[in-house]
């Protein structure tokens, strides 16, 4: 069986785990917590990095730090994950979903503008598969209209758009660490603070309210509740599990990579004769081999071939239902504009397997029944 995914272990995780164990001090903020902060510091340039439970929870400290009211209107793409929405929704806001372009799988940034109006408050560009949005444009919007940028750079980690850091460019970012992303700690996350002003009351709202950070630096004498938080810090023994990786970040990217270009150059063949479609990074996006999709004729080719694949062992996996057309999407969304590409594009697309060390003869494997599969098909 060649599984879609196989979470990242780098071989270190179990010591740096034994390190925490015997330091006796497992709970969030200890020395791998700020490890990993001024990792991911340095390697993005972002003015502050908070490590956390998850992405979701990073994109809900957003949407506190924006201070989102109810009827607030936040603009994303339909095609995306639950929680670039949720952690609105949850503040009370309205969901306005712009379609996709076709190429990248990203909002659409010529069509954001025309959906801002005086309640919007934010935009939440997604970086699909660590490929970067429009965010020249999408900056130069959201300064004419005086909104917030809130990155979900979940899957761009590593990843770069005209060399600035997908998650550092905006207001806020956000990554995850989830077993399916690039580096892993389990569940977990980063919110990443491009103005530094925001740094102080991030760390209250990830302190469930309190000053408590202020507190251990000893720039107040008690720690108090003072504003709305969470509990939004991981255990140490999560962030030991993650520093064993980002120590090695340009090991696993490269390793990553290689698999990307091999799935590429591979189906090329297929590509050229218009079977499917590839990947498209534009020449200034450095992406991070998050993920390896080829786009299909339509849903119905898709099952075939996913059930093709299947009978050779080879498990793959189509991505989001669009959000304006969930139960709840429908209750708190809505699709400004006709959705050209986002239903159909999404329908079309199906993801190989991809993961750290995964092996050529697998990818070959993979690559051979999808040849295979087309041979047949008139
Ligand atoms: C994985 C993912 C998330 C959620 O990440 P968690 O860390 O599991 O909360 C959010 N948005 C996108 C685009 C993702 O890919």
Redesign the pocket.
């Known amino acids: 069986m060649i599984h879609f995914n196989i979470p990242p272990l780098y071989g270190t995780e179990e010591e740096k785990i034994h390190e925490v164990i015997n330091l006796r001090k497992i709970c969030g903020d200890g020395e791998f917590t700020k490890k990993c902060n001024q990792w991911i510091r340095n390697r993005t340039g972002c003015a502050e990095a908070l490590l956390t439970t998850?992405?979701?929870?990073?994109?809900e400290m957003s949407a506190l730090l924006s201070r989102i009211q109810p009827g607030d209107e936040i603009i994303m793409p339909s095609y995306?994950?639950?929680?670039?929405a949720n952690a609105f929704v949850l503040r009370g806001a309205k969901i306005i979903f712009v379609d996709i372009r076709p190429d990248t799988m990203n909002i659409d940034e010529t069509l954001i503008e025309s959906a801002v109006t005086e309640k919007t408050k934010a935009i939440a560009p997604?970086?699909?598969a660590g490929v970067g949005c429009e965010m020249d444009t999408i900056l130069s919007i959201a300064d004419k209209y005086n909104l917030f940028v809130i990155e979900?750079a979940?899957?761009g980690v590593m990843a770069s758009y005209k060399g600035r850091a997908l998650g550092a460019i905006g207001h806020f970012g956000?990554?995850?660490?989830?077993e399916?992303?690039n580096y892993s700690m389990g569940?977990?996350?980063a919110l990443l603070i491009n103005d530094g002003q925001y740094t102080e009351e991030a760390e209250i709202i990830r302190e469930k309210g309190t000053n408590r950070s202020q507190f251990w630096r000893g720039k107040v004498d008690k720690y108090r509740w003072v504003d709305l938080g969470s509990s939004y810090l991981p255990s140490e023994l999560n962030a030991a599990y993650l520093f064993a990786q980002l120590e090695h970040a340009d090991e696993i990217l490269d390793d990553r990579m290689k698999s990307w270009n091999r799935y590429y150059s591979e189906l090329g063949d297929l590509a050229a004769d218009d079977k499917i479609d590839l990947p498209f990074v534009p020449e200034y996006c450095s992406h991070n081999a998050h993920m390896f999709y080829i786009k299909v004729k339509d849903i119905e080719e898709r099952s075939d071939l996913i059930k093709h694949l299947k009978s050779m062992g080879v498990e793959t996996v189509f991505h989001y239902i669009p959000l304006h057309t969930a139960p709840a999407g429908l209750k708190w969304g809505h699709f400004h504009g006709e959705d050209r590409f986002t239903t159909a594009e999404s329908e079309r697309l199906l993801r190989l397997p991809m993961y750290y060390k995964l092996r050529d003869e697998d990818i070959d494997t993979v690559v051979n029944g999808i040849k295979d599969f087309y041979s047949k098909r008139k």
């Open positions: 998850s992405c979701t929870h990073a994109l995306t994950f639950v929680s670039t997604v970086h699909y979900d979940a899957q956000a990554f995850s660490f989830h399916t992303k569940e977990g996350g």
